[in-house]
């Protein structure tokens, strides 16, 4: 299966955002949902695990949810800043396979 | 305070070999599960192998199945990847991390690997 993400999104600071991860078969199973956010030049991080959970130290202006009906998860950052400017993964699982949709870039302008 | 280096990249002509190793500190290496994932220039990051705690099970992207080894040895904190007849579509920042039920906690800054003739 496939991970499908927007390819890009912007928004202003102190906006809110929202990106989108559709399974193109299967169910998307909540709690085997991850997002990574990977700024040029260094290491990814994750910042969303579970579905919804945040790691010690990722601000809770970010949120992550699932939709079993559109079989899609959801990452939002909330109060925007410059510094959210990064590339987005979501990322689940077939089996022992790790599957990563394609990323989406978000610019904060 | 927790730190994943990897290294063993470099250039290298299309066919050859490399093999790249990340190194743990500050935590308890054999208590985790570990992965690869790379970036290749001007695309999305791609999960490329993971390894049990003790290495015996393993498990590749069928991008690299048959050519790439992931291993690990817990009595040097170390995890590997052996990469043989690499391809230009190879080239990539390689990363480490370290796996806490099934997801990463833990990303070490990568290595990156160029292979051009």
């Known amino acids: 299966f496939m991970l499908t993400q927007p390819h890009s999104v912007s928004e202003s600071p102190g906006k809110t955002v929202t990106i989108s991860c559709t399974r193109s078969s299967g169910s998307l199973v909540g709690h085997f949902v991850q997002w990574y956010q990977h700024r040029p030049g260094s290491a990814p991080t994750t910042v969303i695990y579970g579905g919804t959970q945040r790691p010690s130290g990722v601000p809770d202006r970010f949120s992550g949810s699932v939709d079993s009906s559109s079989n899609s998860a959801f990452f939002t950052i909330s109060g925007l800043k410059t510094e959210d400017e990064a590339d987005y993964y979501c990322q689940s699982f077939d089996a022992n396979i790790w599957i990563l949709g394609g990323g989406t870039k978000l610019t904060v302008l | 305070e927790v730190q994943l280096k990897a290294s063993g990249g470099g250039l290298v002509k299309p066919g050859g070999s490399l093999r790249l190793s990340c190194v743990g500190s500050?935590?308890?290496?054999?208590?985790?599960?570990m992965i690869w994932v790379r970036q290749t220039p001007g695309k999305g990051l791609e999960w490329i192998s993971s390894?049990?705690?003790?290495?015996?099970?393993?498990h590749h992207a069928d991008s690299v199945k048959g050519r790439f080894t992931i291993s690990r040895d817990n009595a040097k904190n170390s995890l590997y990847m052996q990469m043989n007849n690499l391809r230009t579509e190879d080239t990539a920042m390689y990363y480490c991390?370290?796996?806490?039920?099934?997801?990463?906690?833990?990303w070490g800054q990568g290595t990156l690997v160029t292979v051009s003739s």
């Open positions: 390894i049990s705690t003790t290495g015996v099970y393993t």
């Open positions: 500050e935590f308890s290496f054999s208590s985790y599960s």
């Open positions: 991390a370290r796996v806490v039920s099934t997801w990463p906690d833990f």
